[in-house]
Nanobody, 109 residues
Framework: QLQASGGGLVQPGGSLRLSCAAS????????MTWFRQAPGKGPEWVSIITSNGATNYAAFVKDRFTISRDSAKNTLYLQMNSLKPEDTALYFC?????RGQGTLVTVSS
């Protein structure tokens, strides 16, 4: 099970940290991804972290977002900096075909 949190309303240029708390499996040994879905659009991949800690990012978030995990808390994170209005979306984490309910990020002045 995956529970995302940390979304909210933020001004352009601001930051947010999303969390994805996991239960039933170990985050630190799993390949996990962040996706997002903007209003009226399909889901798009944002970032990935593999079981050995390798990371990768979509071009539109590279150098602004950072994916990480905390073994003790069994939680996946997405640190989002320099947010833009086009980052507005429902963000959710996935492990395989299992996804959380998502957390809404709204970037607006």
């Amino acid at each position: 099970q995956l529970q995302a949190s940390g979304g909210g309303l933020v001004q352009p240029g601001g930051s947010l940290r999303l969390s994805c708390a996991a239960s039933g499996f170990t985050v630190s040994t799993s390949l996990m991804t962040w996706f997002r879905q903007a209003p009226g659009k399909g889901p798009e991949w944002v970032s990935i972290i593999t079981s050995n800690g390798a990371t990768n990012y979509a071009a539109f978030v590279k150098d602004r977002f950072t994916i990480s995990r905390d073994s003790a808390k069994n939680t996946l994170y997405l640190q989002m900096n320099s947010l833009k209005p086009e980052d507005t979306a429902l963000y959710f984490c996935k492990k395989g075909t299992t996804r959380g309910q998502g957390t809404l990020v709204t970037v607006s002045s």
